[in-house]
C-alpha cells in the first residue's frame, strides 16, 4: 500500500483510444498526483512503442504490470469481458481500480468485485467521468435554487451513428458489447442525480442486432420507488447523435446537448426556459477526466466517499440487471 499523500504510480492495462485519447493525458497533466508508471499490452511491440512514447516502462502482458510491486494503481480501458478477470486480479495485488464502465457483465460479477475491494481496502471506481465536470454541480445548483420551479420530469438522450469499423468491441458479444453496457448504463447512472437513489426500471426494451448479436438501440424508464418522477431515456449505436439532458419543472425547462461527452476546453451550454425568459448560459470549460483522478487520488488517501463508491458500483450494476429482466418479460 502507498503512503498517504504520496504520488501515486498507475499502470494501464491496454492502449485504447478512451486510455490515449483523455485518461493518459490527464494523468500527465497531474503530476503531483499521478505518476504514468506502466503501459500493457499482448502485444510487447505495441507496448513498448507506447512506452516509449510517454516514458514509462512497457509490460508485455496485462499480468505481468498487475504484479509489479512498484505500481501502486491500475486503469483498465480493456472491453467490458475482460474487467472481471482483470480487476480481480488487480484488487487481490492490493492495488487500487479505475475502470471503464460497465464494471461487469453480470451483477454477481459486480457483487464479488466490489466484496475483494472492501476485504482488501482498495478502491474501485467505475469511470462515469461526467460525474466530475463543473457542469453538472452548476445543473444542481439550479435546480435546487427553484429557476424551474418543481421537477416534472427527467429525460436522457444518449446515442450516435453506426461505428464506421465493423470490427469495433462494441460490436462483439463475446467481448461483451452492445449499446446498453456502453451507451445506455449513463442514463442509469445520472437519474439518481435527480430522481434520488430509491429508483427501479419500470420500463424498459432492447432491439438486437441478428447479426452481430448484441443490442444496439433501446430506451426505458426509471421511476422513483416513493415518488411521481420519473426518467424516460433512449440510446443506441444506430442514431442522429445526441448526448441531451432536460429536466422539466412546474416554471420552466433545463437543457443541455454534452452532458456526458463535453470535451477538454469545451464550454459547455445550457438552456434555461421559464414563462418569460430564455436565457443560454455559456458554462466554463473544464476537464471532467482531470477532475475523476483528482478524485480517486482523494479516495486513495482515505476518503470516507470510498464506501459510497463501493455502494454506487453495485446499484449501478442492480439498474442494468433490472432492465435486463424488465425488458425480457416484454419479449
Known sequence: MINSNAIINIGVLGIAAIATKNVIPAIIDSPDLLKLSGLASRDISKATANANFYNCKPFGSYEEL????????????????LHYPFVKKAIENRKHVIVEKSLGLTLAEVKEMVGLARKNKVVLLENFQFRFHSQLKTIQKILLEGVIGDLRSVRVSFG????LDSTNIRYNANLGGGALLDAGTYALKIAPYFLGKDVFVAQGSMYFDPKRNVDIWGQGVLQQRNGPLCCQFAYGFDHHYQCALELWGSNGKLTTNRIFTAPKGYQPKLIVETKNHIEELILPADNHFKNMLE?????????????????????????????MKVQNKNK
Open 295 to 323: 478524485y480517486f487520488y482523494s479516495l486513495v488517501n482515505g476518503s470516507s466517499l470510498i464506501t459510497e463508491e463501493y455502494d454506487q458500483n453495485i446499484r449501478q450494476s442492480e439498474l442494468i440487471d433490472e432492465f
Open 160 to 163: 450516435f451513428p453506426p461505428f
Open 66 to 81: 498487475i504484479n509489479d510491486k512498484t505500481i501502486d494503481a491500475v486503469y483498465i480501458p480493456l472491453p467490458n469481458s
